[in-house]
Nanobody
Framework: QVQLVESGGGLVQAGGSLRLSCASS????????MGWFRQAPGKEREFVAT????????YYADSVKGRFTISRDNAKNTVYLQMNSLKPEDTAVYYC????????????????WGQGTQVTVSS
């Protein structure tokens, strides 16, 4: 079992930065690949980034490449999403998720989900 809690969301101006954290209470956290997804009002939930269980491999959606960085600290049972050069179109609720296989981009492939944290980017 994995329980996930996101934090770090908030309001930021375009061009600014924000770091999201996802803390897990699961004792087997390090055995899961982790992903970040986001969902804006009226839109489908979309893939943002994923990281392998050991943190050695990452993959990003084209829309965030070069701006976002996913990382994890297994000793702290935490995964991060560093977001730089934020744009208004990045506004969404951001969710972290845990799955069994690295590289999945479909939300249905992730078993455990956090409650989400709101990120709002103003123009």
């Amino acid at each position: 079992q994995v329980q996930l809690v996101e934090s770090g969301g908030g309001l930021v101006q375009a061009g600014g930065s924000l770091r999201l954290s996802c803390a897990s209470s699961g004792r087997t956290f390090s055995s899961y690949a982790m992903g970040w997804f986001r969902q804006a009002p009226g839109k489908e939930r979309e893939f943002v980034a994923t990281i392998s269980w050991g943190g050695g491999s990452t993959y990003y959606a084209d829309s965030v490449k070069g701006r976002f960085t996913i990382s994890r600290d297994n000793a702290k049972n935490t995964v991060y999403l560093q977001m730089n050069s934020l744009k208004p179109e990045d506004t969404a609720v951001y969710y972290c998720a845990a799955g069994s296989t690295f590289g999945e981009v479909a939300s249905s492939r992730y078993r455990y989900w956090g409650q989400g944290t709101q990120v709002t980017v103003s123009s």
